[in-house]
């Protein structure tokens, strides 16, 4: 029986999809330029989702970029599920996703070890002399490196004077963001040929490493390069299983605050949380670039940026431009969590029978302001772990711009997927397919741009909740017919008071 | 820009009614809709539709047949929201969700299509621009003729009727779905014609994404506006006014323009706590 019922609550989305599908393939043949009952028009449609078909599921490649792109939209999707449970309508998956992703990438550049500290310097006055004048290949490779106004500022260096404590501070706050920079190369055989390093130092730099290895390795090679310049000091990392778990969590807190205020609203006040989230994201955008254009910028770059993530709290990620990383398998766990939470728990119950009816689960003894707040809080929490993931995954930095859009394709996801966990994952592979195959084939098909995704998305909310109702309408009372009514007849009623029974 | 004074500021005033135009003119629209019980969360989408039509139909067929096309394809989806939701009973939140997503991801496609890729390549303008005096006039007079209609005519008064409480209204003999019919095309027309003002009037092109949010702050003056034309009108000449002053200062304080920007979403955030502005009785509810 349970199964049963499981493949007939599929029939509604399923068909909703094809639905959707017709209509954009209406929409294609419409617009494709050529005279409509020609075989190109005809054909087009057919060519198009071809092409975004193979563009999805067509190769491991297109595979993993369909599940990447199916990572956050499975996060929102969940978000926005969890709220409706609840009644409650989350349009603010976009700005928890900011939040998150911003409070993930604080975290993870601002526990990091700095690789040059002002007090490590012995003879502070030849370091800068050194860096300014650049004698040898090394100092020439770090000084290239440093950002421009510090090069400036670095040049009218004058050892004459007394040393300028914050001018110590900003090269050595510079440089430890070059030798940290995951894609700076320090070591070069030839640049380092002349500098007397050991046998296992050399061995080692030779093998390239990568992530916190590196940057020790850079340290250590800078200690050598200048001897007696550099008190040795060995670096600390905080190591990945707090780290990582730290940012993570960190973009759960910053998504789940930023939708505690359209839940507490909604519980005291009664605000109508659709406005209160759409208005909370558009000032999301707003904070977010306040944020990065002074607290959390990376200051020795021009672009709103923060800086890199240390990689202590980075995820593991394919490094093929398929942008696939452990996201996805933490957003699979996250489905798992809100399967269980909402089916297995006594909070879960609480909250979907808020939303089945708030009366009568407050009659039933249900706390129902509460559990509107619990519901968009853990709706936060998963949207704002959406953004963490694209940061610690995928770009390892927050930047201005950063989502776009995602909001309400995450509506879109939880609908087709009605709402529960399972579904909710298909239904986020599916839209991932979609935003995938779109944008592979307006590479291949000419003159038809991806947003036929769009129409498509917005086809499948539609049909999704539409139910057909042939419905007779209830009778209107008969009236005697009226006299002549005067605008006099008709006195101002104080809105709302006389109507409310 | 130092010193003081109003005389400083003048220009800003002027300005912020020209940024405020089409709040107000959406936000008629949101409130006539919202009155006659249908949330219509769709004014963004309808406005960038209308701005559409009006180019395309204004490259064809000249300014007039442009403004004509625009309202004509408010007033339809505005039928398409209120079949949507009332024949088809689907929420009255997705139904808006869907055409807000529908407007913009098909105005982009068909920019694209009809536009920037077609040969020869063409562009979205229009050589001409209907008076912006029009559509500024329009905007200080409606919400006066609005409050009129509403709070003192019979038809005014049985489209509140329908909004607080359907089952009474037709008790009372008044056909709520009628009335519904009324204000919501009315709702997509003046949508439209705000749409049609950013492409026909203020400026002579259509961009994509160009309301950029304007139709969330429209609906955000509906609610501080306490659904009311002139306390609609009111706020969105604040947020309007805003709006410039932070165009005035972008370049010399960064601080603020963020501030700025933000101020007409937290306003109605502070409304809806400090206030509690209660929205028709039956808004949103299913047809009984």
Known sequence: MRSASRVRSLRQPFFAFLL??????????????????????????????????????????SLLSTLAKATPLLFTGLAVAVALRA?????????????????????????????????????????????????????????????????????????????????????????????????????????????????????????????????????????????????????????????????????????ALWAFVPGILKAWRGAHEVIVTIMMNYIAINLTHLLLLSPLKDPFTQATKTPAVSPTARLWSLDNGTNFSAGFFLALAAAVAVWFLMRRTALGYEIRAVGLGAEAARAAGVPVGRR??????????????????????????????????????????????????????????????????????????????????????????????ARYVRRTKPPVTPQPPPRQETAQDVTPVTRGEEARP | MSGGGGVVLLPFFVSALRQATPLVLAGLGGILSERVGVVNIALEGIMLIGAFVGICAGQAAGLGAGLGAALVSGLLIGLLHLMLVSRFRLNHVISGVAINILALQGTTYLLHVLYDHAEPVRTPVVPQTLPIGLFIGAAILLPFVFHFLLYRTAVGLRLRAVGESPESARMAGIDPSRLRLLGVTLSGLLAALAGSYLSLSQNNRFSENMVSGRGFIALAAVICGRWTPLGMAGT????????????????????????????????????????RPVPPAALGREEA
Not at chain 1, 141 to 149: E, G
Not at chain 1, 436 to 445: E, F, K, S, Y
């Open chain 2, 236 to 275: 969105a000449l604040a947020f309007g006014f805003f709006d410039s002053l932070q165009y005035g200062l972008q370049g010399t304080v960064n601080v603020p323009t963020d501030f700025l920007q933000a101020l007409p979403y937290v306003c109605t955030i502070l409304a809806a706590m400090l206030l």
């Open chain 1, 372 to 465: 509107m707040v619990n519901a968009m809080l853990l709706s936060g929490a998963l949207a704002g772990l959406a953004g963490a993931v694209e940061v610690l995954g995928i770009h390892g930095r927050f930047f201005d711009a950063f989502s776009g859009g995602l909001g309400f394709d995450s509506i879109a996801v939880a609908l087709l997927g009605n709402l529960n966990a399972w579904g909710i994952t298909l239904s986020a592979v599916l839209f991932g397919g979609l935003s995938n195959g779109a944008r592979a084939m307006q590479q291949t098909v000419a003159n038809t741009p991806k947003e036929i995704a769009g129409i498509v998305q917005a086809v499948v909310i539609v049909a999704v909740g």
């Open chain 1, 20 to 61: 959707a599908l017709v209509v954009a393939g209406v929409f294609v043949w419409l617009t494709s330029g050529e005279p409509l009952f020609s075989p190109a028009a005809l054909q087009k449609p057919f060519v198009v989702f071809a092409a975004m078909g193979k563009g999805a599921f067509g190769g491991t490649d």
């Open chain 1, 87 to 255: 009644g409650l309508f989350n349009i603010g998956a976009e700005g928890q996703l900011m939040l998150g992703g911003l409070a993930a990438a604080w975290v993870g550049f601002a526990l990091v070890p700095t690789v040059v500290r002002p007090d490590d310097i012995k003879d502070p006055a030849r370091f800068l002399t050194l860096l300014r004048d650049a004698p040898d290949p090394v100092a020439q490779t770090l000084k290239k490196s440093l950002y421009t106004p510090t090069r400036s500022l670095l040049s009218s260096y004058d050892a004459a004077r007394p040393l300028d404590p914050s001018l110590l501070a900003t090269v050595c706050a510079n440089l430890s963001s070059v030798l940290r920079d995951k894609d700076y190369a320090f070591y070069e055989k030839n640049r380092f040929a002349s500098v007397s390093l050991s046998p296992e130092l050399r061995r080692e730099a030779e093998t390239k490493p990568t992530g916190t290895a590196k940057i020790q390795l850079n340290r250590r090679l800078l200690e050598a390069a200048y001897p007696g310049l550099f008190a040795p000091r060995s670096l600390t990392f905080v190591p990945p299983w707090v780290h990582l778990p730290l940012a993570l969590l960190a973009g759960a807190l910053g998504g």
